[in-house]
Protein backbone atom coordinates (compact mmCIF):
# COMPACT_ATOMS: atom_id res chain seq x y z
CA UNK A 1 0.00 0.00 0.00
CA UNK A 2 1.31 3.07 -0.92
CA UNK A 3 1.92 6.12 1.19
CA UNK A 4 -1.30 7.99 0.70
CA UNK A 5 -3.53 5.04 0.04
CA UNK A 6 -6.70 4.95 1.86
CA UNK A 7 -8.20 1.80 2.97
CA UNK A 8 -11.81 0.88 4.30
CA UNK A 9 -12.23 -2.95 5.27
CA UNK A 10 -15.45 -3.92 6.31
CA UNK A 11 -16.09 -1.26 8.14
CA UNK A 12 -19.65 -0.06 9.92
CA UNK A 13 -20.79 2.64 11.74
CA UNK A 14 -24.06 2.42 14.05
CA UNK A 15 -24.76 5.72 16.20
CA UNK A 16 -26.15 4.21 19.22
CA UNK A 17 -29.23 6.14 21.56
CA UNK A 18 -32.85 5.39 21.74
CA UNK A 19 -33.51 4.17 18.26
CA UNK A 20 -30.04 3.07 16.86
CA UNK A 21 -29.09 4.05 13.56
CA UNK A 22 -26.64 2.15 11.11
CA UNK A 23 -25.23 4.69 8.84
CA UNK A 24 -22.68 2.23 7.21
CA UNK A 25 -22.54 -1.36 6.85
CA UNK A 26 -19.76 -3.52 5.73
CA UNK A 27 -17.84 -1.63 3.67
CA UNK A 28 -14.68 -2.26 1.84
CA UNK A 29 -12.76 0.13 -0.04
CA UNK A 30 -9.43 1.02 -1.14
CA UNK A 31 -8.73 4.57 -3.02
CA UNK A 32 -5.34 4.72 -4.53
CA UNK A 33 -2.39 7.63 -4.26
CA UNK A 34 -3.41 10.64 -6.47
CA UNK A 35 -6.81 10.14 -7.54
CA UNK A 36 -9.79 12.20 -7.73
CA UNK A 37 -12.72 9.85 -6.33
CA UNK A 38 -16.57 10.94 -6.33
CA UNK A 39 -18.60 9.28 -3.46
CA UNK A 40 -22.09 9.52 -4.61
CA UNK A 41 -25.49 8.98 -2.91
CA UNK A 42 -28.73 9.74 -1.78
CA UNK A 43 -29.23 12.37 1.30
CA UNK A 44 -29.05 9.94 4.36
CA UNK A 45 -26.59 7.20 2.50
CA UNK A 46 -23.58 7.39 4.70
CA UNK A 47 -21.50 9.27 2.61
CA UNK A 48 -20.74 11.85 5.23
CA UNK A 49 -20.11 9.44 7.78
CA UNK A 50 -17.71 7.50 5.80
CA UNK A 51 -15.90 10.73 4.70
CA UNK A 52 -15.88 11.51 8.71
CA UNK A 53 -14.35 8.20 9.35
CA UNK A 54 -11.83 8.15 6.64
CA UNK A 55 -10.81 12.01 8.25
CA UNK A 56 -10.66 10.08 11.84
CA UNK A 57 -13.19 12.11 12.30
CA UNK A 58 -15.34 9.45 13.91
CA UNK A 59 -14.54 6.00 14.73
CA UNK A 60 -16.01 2.86 12.91
CA UNK A 61 -18.37 0.23 14.92
CA UNK A 62 -17.04 -2.31 13.12
CA UNK A 63 -14.38 -2.87 11.08
CA UNK A 64 -10.38 -1.28 9.95
CA UNK A 65 -9.37 1.80 8.34
CA UNK A 66 -5.96 1.96 7.24
CA UNK A 67 -4.15 5.43 5.79
CA UNK A 68 -0.48 5.64 5.19
CA UNK A 69 0.26 2.33 5.54
CA UNK A 70 -1.34 2.85 9.38
CA UNK A 71 -4.42 1.48 10.86
CA UNK A 72 -6.23 4.38 11.83
CA UNK A 73 -8.86 2.65 14.05
CA UNK A 74 -6.39 1.24 16.54
CA UNK A 75 -4.68 5.00 16.83
CA UNK A 76 -5.30 7.14 20.27
CA UNK A 77 -6.91 9.95 20.52
CA UNK A 78 -3.49 11.85 20.31
CA UNK A 79 -2.00 10.38 17.01
CA UNK A 80 -5.11 10.52 15.54
CA UNK A 81 -4.85 14.14 15.93
CA UNK A 82 -0.90 14.25 14.77
CA UNK A 83 -2.08 12.65 11.65
CA UNK A 84 -4.77 14.70 11.25
CA UNK A 85 -2.53 17.51 11.16
CA UNK A 86 0.19 15.72 9.14
CA UNK A 87 -2.31 14.27 6.46
CA UNK A 88 -5.56 15.25 5.92
CA UNK A 89 -7.31 18.29 4.56
CA UNK A 90 -11.42 19.36 4.77
CA UNK A 91 -13.42 21.08 2.12
CA UNK A 92 -16.68 21.47 3.82
CA UNK A 93 -20.14 22.20 1.34
CA UNK A 94 -20.74 25.83 3.53
CA UNK A 95 -17.00 26.80 3.14
CA UNK A 96 -16.52 27.05 7.30
CA UNK A 97 -14.67 30.04 7.14
CA UNK A 98 -14.13 31.55 10.65
CA UNK A 99 -16.38 34.80 9.93
CA UNK A 100 -14.24 37.29 12.34
CA UNK A 101 -11.08 36.07 10.65
CA UNK A 102 -9.68 37.73 7.56
CA UNK A 103 -8.87 35.19 4.25
CA UNK A 104 -5.15 35.34 5.00
CA UNK A 105 -5.62 34.56 8.61
CA UNK A 106 -8.32 31.90 7.65
CA UNK A 107 -5.74 30.37 5.89
CA UNK A 108 -3.57 30.56 7.85
CA UNK A 109 -5.62 28.87 10.93
CA UNK A 110 -4.37 25.28 10.36
CA UNK A 111 -0.81 26.40 9.82
CA UNK A 112 -1.13 27.95 13.46
CA UNK A 113 -2.50 25.03 14.91
CA UNK A 114 0.01 23.13 13.45
CA UNK A 115 2.55 25.32 15.59
CA UNK A 116 4.11 27.03 12.75
CA UNK A 117 4.83 30.90 13.86
CA UNK A 118 2.23 33.62 13.08
CA UNK A 119 4.59 35.24 10.60
CA UNK A 120 5.50 32.23 8.57
CA UNK A 121 2.19 31.14 8.72
CA UNK A 122 0.58 34.78 7.29
CA UNK A 123 3.09 34.58 4.45
CA UNK A 124 2.44 30.66 3.28
CA UNK A 125 -1.30 31.87 3.55
CA UNK A 126 -0.62 34.87 1.25
CA UNK A 127 1.36 32.81 -1.41
CA UNK A 128 -1.23 30.36 -1.68
CA UNK A 129 -4.18 32.83 -2.06
CA UNK A 130 -1.83 34.74 -4.93
CA UNK A 131 -1.82 30.97 -7.02
CA UNK A 132 -5.27 30.55 -5.92
CA UNK A 133 -6.67 34.05 -7.95
CA UNK A 134 -7.02 35.51 -4.78
CA UNK A 135 -4.20 37.67 -3.72
CA UNK A 136 -6.53 40.92 -3.62
CA UNK A 137 -9.09 39.84 -1.20
CA UNK A 138 -6.66 38.98 1.82
CA UNK A 139 -7.58 41.47 3.98
CA UNK A 140 -11.39 40.37 3.22
CA UNK A 141 -13.86 38.67 6.09
CA UNK A 142 -15.85 36.11 4.45
CA UNK A 143 -18.59 38.26 4.75
CA UNK A 144 -16.89 40.55 2.33
CA UNK A 145 -16.46 37.66 -0.34
CA UNK A 146 -18.67 35.86 -2.98
CA UNK A 147 -19.51 32.27 -2.40
CA UNK A 148 -16.90 31.28 -5.17
CA UNK A 149 -14.01 33.35 -3.82
CA UNK A 150 -14.97 31.51 0.13
CA UNK A 151 -14.73 28.16 -1.40
CA UNK A 152 -11.22 29.46 -2.93
CA UNK A 153 -10.34 30.67 0.68
CA UNK A 154 -11.31 27.32 2.43
CA UNK A 155 -9.57 25.05 -0.38
CA UNK A 156 -6.40 27.49 -0.29
CA UNK A 157 -6.92 26.76 3.59
CA UNK A 158 -7.14 23.00 2.66
CA UNK A 159 -4.18 22.90 0.39
CA UNK A 160 -1.79 25.34 2.59
CA UNK A 161 -0.89 22.48 4.90
CA UNK A 162 0.08 20.36 1.68
CA UNK A 163 -2.08 17.13 2.79
CA UNK A 164 -1.68 13.92 1.51
CA UNK A 165 -5.58 12.91 1.64
CA UNK A 166 -8.31 15.89 0.73
CA UNK A 167 -11.67 15.12 2.06
CA UNK A 168 -14.55 17.84 0.59
CA UNK A 169 -18.18 17.29 1.58
CA UNK A 170 -20.68 18.81 -1.02
CA UNK A 171 -17.79 21.63 -1.75
CA UNK A 172 -19.87 23.08 -5.23
CA UNK A 173 -23.42 22.78 -3.56
CA UNK A 174 -23.42 26.11 -2.59
CA UNK A 175 -22.13 26.95 -5.65
CA UNK A 176 -23.40 27.89 -9.68
CA UNK A 177 -21.85 25.45 -12.31
CA UNK A 178 -19.31 27.55 -13.43
CA UNK A 179 -17.91 28.34 -9.76
CA UNK A 180 -18.23 24.54 -9.19
CA UNK A 181 -16.22 23.53 -12.40
CA UNK A 182 -13.73 25.98 -10.85
CA UNK A 183 -13.55 24.45 -7.48
CA UNK A 184 -13.57 20.59 -8.69
CA UNK A 185 -10.39 22.10 -11.44
CA UNK A 186 -8.62 23.34 -8.00
CA UNK A 187 -9.07 20.26 -6.18
CA UNK A 188 -8.34 18.31 -9.40
CA UNK A 189 -5.07 20.34 -9.81
CA UNK A 190 -4.04 19.40 -6.06
CA UNK A 191 -4.02 16.20 -7.08
CA UNK A 192 -2.17 16.10 -10.32
CA UNK A 193 -0.09 18.71 -8.93
CA UNK A 194 0.89 17.69 -5.38
CA UNK A 195 -0.05 13.76 -5.97
CA UNK A 196 -2.36 13.94 -3.15
CA UNK A 197 -5.70 11.75 -3.03
CA UNK A 198 -9.33 13.36 -3.09
CA UNK A 199 -12.12 11.93 -1.97
CA UNK A 200 -15.16 14.59 -2.63
CA UNK A 201 -18.94 13.61 -1.26
CA UNK A 202 -21.52 14.92 -3.99
CA UNK A 203 -24.84 15.19 -4.97
CA UNK A 204 -24.00 16.38 -8.05
CA UNK A 205 -23.88 13.81 -10.80
CA UNK A 206 -22.19 16.74 -13.50
CA UNK A 207 -19.18 15.96 -11.19
CA UNK A 208 -18.99 12.33 -11.37
CA UNK A 209 -18.06 13.03 -15.00
CA UNK A 210 -14.45 14.57 -13.77
CA UNK A 211 -13.72 11.54 -11.32
CA UNK A 212 -11.01 9.57 -11.90
CA UNK A 213 -13.22 7.13 -9.89
CA UNK A 214 -16.96 7.21 -8.96
CA UNK A 215 -18.04 5.67 -5.31
CA UNK A 216 -22.25 5.16 -4.93
CA UNK A 217 -23.26 4.50 -1.68
CA UNK A 218 -26.81 3.53 -0.73
CA UNK A 219 -28.38 2.80 2.69
CA UNK A 220 -24.55 2.82 4.32
CA UNK A 221 -23.37 0.33 1.91
CA UNK A 222 -21.47 0.93 -1.20
CA UNK A 223 -23.26 0.07 -4.61
CA UNK A 224 -21.72 -1.48 -7.50
CA UNK A 225 -23.88 0.84 -10.06
CA UNK A 226 -22.78 3.58 -8.51
CA UNK A 227 -19.23 3.03 -9.13
CA UNK A 228 -17.54 4.56 -12.66
CA UNK A 229 -17.30 1.25 -14.29
CA UNK A 230 -14.38 0.26 -11.97
CA UNK A 231 -13.88 -3.40 -11.43
CA UNK A 232 -14.96 -4.09 -7.45
CA UNK A 233 -14.83 -7.85 -6.27
CA UNK A 234 -18.69 -7.70 -4.31
CA UNK A 235 -21.79 -5.43 -4.18
CA UNK A 236 -19.73 -3.95 -0.88
CA UNK A 237 -15.65 -4.12 -2.20
CA UNK A 238 -14.75 -1.63 -4.38
CA UNK A 239 -10.83 -0.59 -5.34
CA UNK A 240 -10.24 2.70 -7.18
CA UNK B 1 0.71 30.41 19.52
CA UNK B 2 -2.84 30.54 18.12
CA UNK B 3 -4.18 33.33 18.73
CA UNK B 4 -7.77 33.47 17.30
CA UNK B 5 -9.06 33.71 20.78
CA UNK B 6 -7.54 37.32 20.96
CA UNK B 7 -8.78 37.68 17.47
CA UNK B 8 -12.42 36.93 19.15
CA UNK B 9 -12.64 39.42 21.63
CA UNK B 10 -11.03 42.32 19.76
CA UNK B 11 -13.37 41.79 16.65
CA UNK B 12 -16.59 41.31 18.89
CA UNK B 13 -16.49 44.71 20.54
CA UNK B 14 -20.08 44.63 22.61
CA UNK B 15 -19.18 41.19 23.92
CA UNK B 16 -15.71 42.34 25.12
CA UNK B 17 -17.07 45.78 26.24
CA UNK B 18 -19.52 43.96 28.06
CA UNK B 19 -17.43 41.71 29.64
CA UNK B 20 -14.67 44.02 30.32
CA UNK B 21 -16.70 46.74 32.57
CA UNK B 22 -18.20 43.79 34.27
CA UNK B 23 -14.02 43.09 35.25
CA UNK B 24 -13.53 46.58 35.58
CA UNK B 25 -16.43 46.94 38.05
CA UNK B 26 -15.28 44.40 40.21
CA UNK B 27 -11.64 45.53 40.27
CA UNK B 28 -12.70 49.10 41.12
CA UNK B 29 -14.66 48.08 44.11
CA UNK B 30 -11.74 46.02 45.11
CA UNK B 31 -9.05 48.55 44.79
CA UNK B 32 -11.33 51.05 45.76
CA UNK B 33 -11.80 49.59 49.19
CA UNK B 34 -8.22 48.53 49.26
CA UNK B 35 -7.54 51.71 48.64
CA UNK B 36 -9.55 53.24 51.51
CA UNK B 37 -8.67 50.71 53.88
CA UNK B 38 -4.82 51.46 53.15
CA UNK B 39 -5.66 55.26 53.40
CA UNK B 40 -6.91 54.92 56.77
CA UNK B 41 -4.35 52.63 57.34
CA UNK B 42 -1.57 55.15 56.56
CA UNK B 43 -3.49 58.00 58.16
CA UNK B 44 -3.61 56.27 61.68
CA UNK B 45 0.22 55.12 61.05
CA UNK B 46 2.06 58.09 59.55
CA UNK B 47 1.42 59.86 62.71
CA UNK B 48 2.67 57.51 65.03
CA UNK B 49 5.48 57.27 62.59
CA UNK B 50 6.41 60.82 62.35
CA UNK B 51 6.68 61.18 66.00
CA UNK B 52 9.65 59.92 65.64
CA UNK B 53 8.79 58.32 69.77
CA UNK B 54 10.85 55.05 70.26
CA UNK B 55 8.54 54.09 72.92
CA UNK B 56 5.11 55.13 73.68
CA UNK B 57 3.76 54.70 77.74
CA UNK B 58 -0.37 54.78 78.52
CA UNK B 59 -2.44 53.74 81.80
CA UNK B 60 -2.07 50.08 81.71
CA UNK B 61 -5.14 48.39 79.64
CA UNK B 62 -4.42 50.34 76.82
CA UNK B 63 -2.98 49.16 73.43
CA UNK B 64 -3.23 51.23 70.91
CA UNK B 65 -3.65 55.06 69.95
CA UNK B 66 -7.61 54.98 69.31
CA UNK B 67 -8.40 53.32 72.45
CA UNK B 68 -6.50 55.11 75.61
CA UNK B 69 -8.03 53.95 78.68
CA UNK B 70 -7.36 55.96 81.52
CA UNK B 71 -4.66 58.78 82.52
CA UNK B 72 -0.96 58.97 83.85
CA UNK B 73 0.02 62.07 85.74
CA UNK B 74 2.03 64.55 83.73
CA UNK B 75 3.99 64.81 86.98
CA UNK B 76 5.24 61.14 86.04
CA UNK B 77 7.35 62.71 83.42
CA UNK B 78 11.03 62.85 85.87
CA UNK B 79 10.23 59.34 86.54
CA UNK B 80 10.21 58.29 83.44
CA UNK B 81 13.19 59.74 82.37
CA UNK B 82 14.96 58.59 85.26
CA UNK B 83 15.06 55.19 83.81
CA UNK B 84 17.99 53.77 82.17
CA UNK B 85 18.14 54.30 78.27
CA UNK B 86 15.45 57.17 78.38
CA UNK B 87 16.27 60.25 77.08
CA UNK B 88 13.41 62.09 77.07
CA UNK B 89 9.40 61.35 78.16
CA UNK B 90 6.58 64.13 76.34
CA UNK B 91 3.31 63.92 77.80
CA UNK B 92 0.31 63.82 75.30
CA UNK B 93 -3.63 63.46 75.86
CA UNK B 94 -5.90 62.66 73.93
CA UNK B 95 -9.63 62.06 73.78
CA UNK B 96 -12.27 62.13 71.00
CA UNK B 97 -14.26 65.66 70.98
CA UNK B 98 -17.27 66.54 68.73
CA UNK B 99 -16.95 69.85 66.58
CA UNK B 100 -19.90 71.88 65.48
CA UNK B 101 -19.83 72.67 62.08
CA UNK B 102 -22.38 74.48 59.61
CA UNK B 103 -24.50 70.77 59.05
CA UNK B 104 -23.82 69.31 62.02
CA UNK B 105 -21.11 67.63 64.65
CA UNK B 106 -18.05 65.84 63.46
CA UNK B 107 -15.89 63.79 66.17
CA UNK B 108 -11.99 64.39 65.71
CA UNK B 109 -9.58 62.75 67.68
CA UNK B 110 -8.21 65.67 69.60
CA UNK B 111 -4.33 65.36 70.55
CA UNK B 112 -2.87 67.88 73.32
CA UNK B 113 0.14 69.02 72.82
CA UNK B 114 2.74 69.83 75.78
CA UNK B 115 4.19 73.48 75.48
CA UNK B 116 7.37 73.23 73.18
CA UNK B 117 6.28 69.68 72.17
CA UNK B 118 9.04 68.21 69.75
CA UNK B 119 7.90 64.69 69.11
CA UNK B 120 4.14 64.92 69.07
CA UNK B 121 3.73 67.45 66.74
CA UNK B 122 2.16 66.29 63.80
CA UNK B 123 4.79 66.19 60.68
CA UNK B 124 3.28 66.46 57.09
CA UNK B 125 1.83 70.15 57.43
CA UNK B 126 0.05 71.67 54.35
CA UNK B 127 -0.62 75.58 55.53
CA UNK B 128 -0.16 77.01 58.76
CA UNK B 129 2.03 76.09 61.84
CA UNK B 130 2.60 72.71 62.94
CA UNK B 131 2.30 73.95 66.51
CA UNK B 132 -0.60 75.20 68.18
CA UNK B 133 -0.53 78.27 70.48
CA UNK B 134 -3.04 78.47 73.37
CA UNK B 135 -6.53 78.78 71.86
CA UNK B 136 -5.17 77.40 68.78
CA UNK B 137 -6.02 74.43 66.50
CA UNK B 138 -4.23 72.37 63.89
CA UNK B 139 -6.65 70.20 61.56
CA UNK B 140 -6.29 67.70 59.56
CA UNK B 141 -6.96 68.67 55.83
CA UNK B 142 -9.90 66.32 55.02
CA UNK B 143 -11.52 67.53 57.73
CA UNK B 144 -10.83 71.03 56.63
CA UNK B 145 -12.08 70.78 53.47
CA UNK B 146 -14.97 69.19 54.36
CA UNK B 147 -16.25 72.04 57.01
CA UNK B 148 -14.83 74.53 53.96
CA UNK B 149 -12.15 75.72 57.16
CA UNK B 150 -8.72 77.27 56.27
CA UNK B 151 -6.01 79.01 58.62
CA UNK B 152 -7.20 81.99 60.29
CA UNK B 153 -10.47 80.70 60.61
CA UNK B 154 -12.33 79.91 63.35
CA UNK B 155 -14.26 76.31 64.57
CA UNK B 156 -15.92 75.31 67.97
CA UNK B 157 -14.75 72.02 69.35
CA UNK B 158 -16.83 71.01 72.49
CA UNK B 159 -18.54 74.38 72.70
CA UNK B 160 -15.08 76.18 72.79
CA UNK B 161 -13.97 78.34 69.81
CA UNK B 162 -10.50 77.88 68.09
CA UNK B 163 -8.06 79.53 65.75
CA UNK B 164 -7.21 77.24 62.88
CA UNK B 165 -3.15 77.68 63.27
CA UNK B 166 -2.44 74.94 60.25
CA UNK B 167 -3.13 71.72 58.31
CA UNK B 168 -1.98 69.07 58.25
CA UNK B 169 -1.96 65.56 56.09
CA UNK B 170 -2.13 62.20 56.74
CA UNK B 171 -3.84 62.71 59.81
CA UNK B 172 -7.08 61.52 58.08
CA UNK B 173 -8.69 57.82 59.69
CA UNK B 174 -11.52 57.83 57.68
CA UNK B 175 -14.70 57.65 60.54
CA UNK B 176 -12.14 60.41 62.11
CA UNK B 177 -9.37 62.87 61.86
CA UNK B 178 -6.80 64.00 63.84
CA UNK B 179 -6.70 67.54 65.78
CA UNK B 180 -3.95 69.43 67.40
CA UNK B 181 -4.34 71.79 70.09
CA UNK B 182 -2.66 72.68 73.16
CA UNK B 183 -2.47 70.18 76.04
CA UNK B 184 -3.70 72.99 78.55
CA UNK B 185 -6.50 73.20 76.67
CA UNK B 186 -7.86 69.99 75.88
CA UNK B 187 -7.15 69.60 80.01
CA UNK B 188 -9.94 72.67 79.99
CA UNK B 189 -12.25 70.62 77.99
CA UNK B 190 -11.93 67.77 79.60
CA UNK B 191 -12.07 69.08 83.26
CA UNK B 192 -9.13 67.64 84.24
CA UNK B 193 -5.36 68.67 85.27
CA UNK B 194 -1.76 67.32 85.02
CA UNK B 195 -2.81 64.22 83.23
CA UNK B 196 -1.64 62.88 80.26
CA UNK B 197 -2.71 59.78 78.11
CA UNK B 198 0.61 58.56 76.75
CA UNK B 199 4.28 59.45 77.36
CA UNK B 200 6.45 59.71 73.96
CA UNK B 201 9.80 58.27 75.07
CA UNK B 202 12.72 58.84 73.36
CA UNK B 203 15.35 55.84 74.28
CA UNK B 204 18.88 55.58 73.27
CA UNK B 205 19.77 53.95 70.23
CA UNK B 206 19.07 50.13 70.43
CA UNK B 207 17.53 50.48 74.06
CA UNK B 208 13.45 50.38 72.99
CA UNK B 209 13.18 46.46 74.24
CA UNK B 210 15.01 47.04 77.06
CA UNK B 211 13.32 50.54 78.35
CA UNK B 212 10.32 48.45 77.90
CA UNK B 213 11.15 45.58 80.25
CA UNK B 214 12.61 48.50 83.05
CA UNK B 215 9.18 50.12 82.48
CA UNK B 216 6.96 47.14 83.08
CA UNK B 217 9.02 45.92 85.85
CA UNK B 218 8.61 49.43 87.31
CA UNK B 219 4.92 49.67 87.23
CA UNK B 220 2.20 47.80 87.10
CA UNK B 221 -0.19 50.47 86.66
CA UNK B 222 1.62 51.50 83.34
CA UNK B 223 1.97 49.19 79.87
CA UNK B 224 5.41 50.44 77.05
CA UNK B 225 5.32 49.49 73.55
CA UNK B 226 8.29 49.64 71.56
CA UNK B 227 7.44 52.11 68.30
CA UNK B 228 7.27 48.35 66.00
CA UNK B 229 4.61 47.05 68.48
CA UNK B 230 2.51 50.12 68.84
CA UNK B 231 2.56 50.46 65.15
CA UNK B 232 1.40 47.20 64.94
CA UNK B 233 -1.69 47.17 67.68
CA UNK B 234 -2.77 50.24 65.82
CA UNK B 235 -2.60 48.42 62.12
CA UNK B 236 -4.65 45.50 63.85
CA UNK B 237 -6.67 47.90 65.23
CA UNK B 238 -7.80 50.04 61.90
CA UNK B 239 -7.58 46.11 60.21
CA UNK B 240 -10.03 44.62 62.82
CA UNK B 241 -12.97 46.65 61.52
CA UNK B 242 -11.98 47.03 58.30
CA UNK B 243 -10.51 43.78 56.99
CA UNK B 244 -14.06 41.42 57.08
CA UNK B 245 -15.83 44.33 55.52
CA UNK B 246 -13.22 44.62 52.77
CA UNK B 247 -12.77 40.99 52.49
CA UNK B 248 -16.64 40.25 52.08
CA UNK B 249 -17.02 43.47 49.54
CA UNK B 250 -13.56 41.79 47.88
CA UNK B 251 -15.02 38.35 47.56
CA UNK B 252 -18.28 39.57 46.00
CA UNK B 253 -16.56 41.66 43.21
CA UNK B 254 -14.65 38.82 42.42
CA UNK B 255 -17.58 36.71 42.41
CA UNK B 256 -19.91 39.10 40.25
CA UNK B 257 -16.52 39.42 38.04
CA UNK B 258 -15.85 36.08 37.74
CA UNK B 259 -19.79 35.59 37.15
CA UNK B 260 -19.77 38.32 34.06
CA UNK B 261 -16.54 36.68 32.64
CA UNK B 262 -18.53 32.70 32.70
CA UNK B 263 -21.84 33.98 31.21
CA UNK B 264 -20.03 36.29 28.15
CA UNK B 265 -17.63 33.39 27.60
CA UNK B 266 -19.75 30.89 27.69
CA UNK B 267 -22.71 32.72 25.36
CA UNK B 268 -19.39 33.12 22.88
CA UNK B 269 -18.95 29.38 23.08
CA UNK B 270 -22.31 28.34 22.68
CA UNK B 271 -22.40 31.08 19.75
CA UNK B 272 -19.00 29.91 17.98
CA UNK B 273 -19.83 25.77 18.38
CA UNK B 274 -19.07 25.25 14.60
CA UNK B 275 -16.03 27.13 15.11
CA UNK B 276 -14.80 25.16 18.15
CA UNK B 277 -15.99 22.16 15.63
CA UNK B 278 -13.77 23.52 12.92
CA UNK B 279 -10.96 23.70 14.59
CA UNK B 280 -10.96 20.62 15.56
CA UNK B 281 -11.39 19.65 12.58
CA UNK B 282 -8.30 21.16 10.84
CA UNK B 283 -5.87 19.97 13.66
CA UNK B 284 -6.68 21.70 16.78
CA UNK B 285 -6.72 19.58 19.96
CA UNK B 286 -8.21 20.16 23.34
CA UNK B 287 -5.30 22.50 24.26
CA UNK B 288 -5.75 25.01 21.37
CA UNK B 289 -9.57 25.27 21.72
CA UNK B 290 -8.84 25.60 25.44
CA UNK B 291 -6.55 28.25 24.73
CA UNK B 292 -8.58 29.97 22.44
CA UNK B 293 -11.22 30.28 25.08
CA UNK B 294 -8.99 31.31 27.79
CA UNK B 295 -7.15 34.62 25.40
CA UNK B 296 -10.81 35.80 24.99
CA UNK B 297 -11.44 35.59 28.87
CA UNK B 298 -7.70 37.17 29.57
CA UNK B 299 -7.88 39.89 27.07
CA UNK B 300 -11.19 40.75 28.54
CA UNK B 301 -10.12 40.72 32.10
CA UNK B 302 -6.69 42.21 31.77
CA UNK B 303 -8.96 45.28 29.68
CA UNK B 304 -11.43 45.32 32.11
CA UNK B 305 -8.73 45.66 35.02
CA UNK B 306 -6.54 48.24 33.78
CA UNK B 307 -10.11 50.41 32.42
CA UNK B 308 -10.89 49.97 36.45
CA UNK B 309 -7.59 51.10 37.34
CA UNK B 310 -8.42 54.08 35.10
CA UNK B 311 -11.81 54.95 36.63
CA UNK B 312 -10.17 54.48 40.08
CA UNK B 313 -7.55 57.21 39.45
CA UNK B 314 -10.52 59.25 37.95
CA UNK B 315 -12.27 58.61 40.97
CA UNK B 316 -8.93 59.26 43.00
CA UNK B 317 -9.00 62.77 41.73
CA UNK B 318 -12.41 63.84 42.16
CA UNK B 319 -12.70 62.09 45.74
CA UNK B 320 -10.88 65.28 47.61
CA UNK B 321 -14.09 67.78 46.17
CA UNK B 322 -16.75 65.23 46.72
CA UNK B 323 -15.72 63.10 49.93
CA UNK B 324 -12.43 64.26 51.40
CA UNK B 325 -12.57 62.27 54.11
CA UNK B 326 -11.98 59.37 52.01
CA UNK B 327 -8.23 58.89 51.03
CA UNK B 328 -7.31 56.56 48.73
CA UNK B 329 -3.99 55.06 48.70
CA UNK B 330 -3.23 52.84 45.85
CA UNK B 331 0.08 51.18 45.61
CA UNK B 332 1.55 49.83 42.62
CA UNK B 333 1.68 46.27 43.84
CA UNK B 334 -2.01 46.50 44.38
CA UNK B 335 -2.29 47.46 41.14
CA UNK B 336 -0.21 44.90 40.37
CA UNK B 337 -2.21 42.11 42.26
CA UNK B 338 -5.66 43.44 41.11
CA UNK B 339 -4.58 42.76 36.94
CA UNK B 340 -3.49 39.65 38.36
CA UNK B 341 -6.30 39.04 40.56
CA UNK B 342 -8.80 39.42 37.67
CA UNK B 343 -6.61 37.33 35.15
CA UNK B 344 -7.14 34.63 37.92
CA UNK B 345 -10.79 35.30 37.87
CA UNK B 346 -11.13 35.41 34.67
CA UNK B 347 -9.61 32.74 34.18
CA UNK B 348 -12.19 30.53 36.76
CA UNK B 349 -14.74 32.00 35.17
CA UNK B 350 -13.86 30.84 31.53
CA UNK B 351 -13.30 27.19 33.10
CA UNK B 352 -16.80 25.92 32.11
CA UNK B 353 -16.98 27.32 29.12
CA UNK B 354 -13.60 26.31 28.00
CA UNK B 355 -14.54 22.50 28.92
CA UNK B 356 -17.41 22.93 26.68
CA UNK B 357 -15.46 24.16 24.03
CA UNK B 358 -12.84 21.26 23.92
CA UNK B 359 -15.68 18.54 24.11
CA UNK B 360 -16.94 19.82 20.89
CA UNK B 361 -16.48 17.21 18.92
CA UNK B 362 -14.91 18.09 15.41
CA UNK B 363 -17.38 15.74 13.57
CA UNK B 364 -20.22 18.33 14.17
CA UNK B 365 -18.18 20.62 11.50
CA UNK B 366 -19.16 17.89 8.94
CA UNK B 367 -23.02 18.45 9.94
CA UNK B 368 -24.80 20.93 8.30
Sequence with gaps: ?240 | MILLGFHYALRERTRFALTAAGVAAAVLLTVFLVGVYRGATRGSLSYIEGTGADVWVGRRGTWNLLRAGGMIPVKAKPLLEEIRGVVSAEPILESLLPAKLSDGRRTLLAIGLPAGASLSRPRHIEAGRAMPRRGEIVLDRAFAHRAGLHVGDRVELADRTFRIAGISRETNLLVTQYAFLRREDLESLLGVEGQATFFLLRVRHGESHAVVKRLERRSRLIAAFDRATFLENNHREIASGFLPVLAAMALIGLSIGAAVVALMTYTAVLEKRGDYALIGALGGGEGSRFLVVMQQSLAAAVAGALAGLVLLHVIGRLLPSMAPEVELVVEPWVAAAAILGALVTAAIGALVPAGIATSVAPMEALRR
Design chain 1, 1 to 240: MSACTLRFEGVGKVYAGAVSCRALHDVSLEVGCGTFNVIQGPSGSGKTTLLAIAGGLERPTTGRVWLSEREITLLPARQLLELRRAELAFVFQDFKLIDILTAEENVALPLELRGVRARSARERSRAMLDRLGLGCRISRRPRELSGGEKQRVAIARALVTEPRLILADEPTANLDWETGSEVVELLRGATRERGATAIVVSHDSRLALLADHQIGIVDGALHRNGSNGLPGDSPGRMKT
